[in-house]
């Protein structure tokens, strides 16, 4: 998609793109968008998507995604919708909360979705959390420097403290970026059990910067590690966070590979947690997840080195020949199930639609 686009700071890619996107997108084009990603991510060996999704169709939405990614596409999902003051305000929340609701684990979830702290007003986070009980949150923070000082311009506090102040941060939350935070915030993070998900090639696409992993770690705080919808695969993100960390800290001894496999699981211990179920390994009592990938080892591989074999001999070519999630098998000889291709196909005329949409605005 080919738009007007010359922004100066994070705002202006948000308003000159991401927002505008999202509001030409109606309940067709959320359901074959997630046909179209849910196809291409399985392609990557993917078959669990935590979706936090925004687009001008509301009411409805999360069905659509569960509808392509789990019903038909015979993935896993766990999903909310992006509330901000953008939109309908009750339209959002009652998305959210109906969904989680109605979804409570095995292959669906729910999470309650906020944008960030600058699209949201002190009533906004006060009607919220006099709404949505113990659901836990899925929200960016401190993705940009603008982000914080905003929130210290309006309301003289820091974005963990304005929502900690609203009892938001609720146990099991999902804090996505966390760039510019300081200490009082992790210690905040830390004592509510939030978990916080870094996306370094989003933050480098959007020039924002990168995370400090080494003082989130100090604090004991869980970091998972995650695409912001940026691809449709993670194998390039492993690389990416081991590269941008040694970049960071000029050495190769603060982020390592025991650093990257325990961001790994945990991200499988949240996904499971939040289905009921166990991810990530090949024995007794998990999910029977499996991928056969083609690789002739150039190098003897065994128990010490299987991590460096799949970043550096595998990660830049990654494609599984077969998937299988929860011992069904999606993916055969590189490709999904013919009746999920001709849907994917469908997406290309959706896509059509809202570009034709957005160059009539």
Known sequence: MSLPFNPNNFVEILEQLWWRLDDALKLDDVYHSGVAYSRDTLLNGVTTIIDHHASGAIRGSLSQLKKA??????????????????????????????????NTGNNCAGLFGLHASMTLSEESLKIISENIGDLPLHVHIAESKYDQSECMLKYGKRIITRLDNHGLLKSNSLLAHCLYIDDDERDLIAQ?????????????????????????????????????????????????????????????????FEDLL??????????????????????????????????????????TNGLGHLLYGLANSFRPRHVWCGGKQLVTDFEVGEKHLQNYRQSHISANRVWQRLQGE
């Open 69 to 102: 990614v789990v019903d038909e596409g015979g993935m896993r999902g766990i999903f909310c919708f992006e509330t901000s003051d953008r939109f309908d305000l009750f339209y959002c929340m009652n998305e959210n909360i109906d969904f989680a609701k109605s």
């Open 192 to 256: 509510r059990d939030c978990r916080v998900v870094y996306n370094v090639t989003s933050n480098m696409n959007n020039s924002v910067g990168l995370p400090d992993y080494k003082s989130i770690k100090d604090k004991h705080i869980p970091t998972l590690i995650g695409n912001d919808g940026l691809s449709t695969g993670m194998t390039n993100e492993w690389l990416n966070m081991i590269y941008t960390m040694h970049l960071r800290y000029q050495t190769p001894n603060t982020f390592g």
């Open 262 to 303: 325990g961001m790994i699981n945990n991200t499988y211990d949240y996904a499971g947690g939040l289905l009921g179920i166990k991810l990530g390994r090949l024995q007794k009592g998990y999910e029977s997840d499996l991928l056969m990938i083609p690789y002739i080892a150039p190098t003897p591989i065994n128990e």
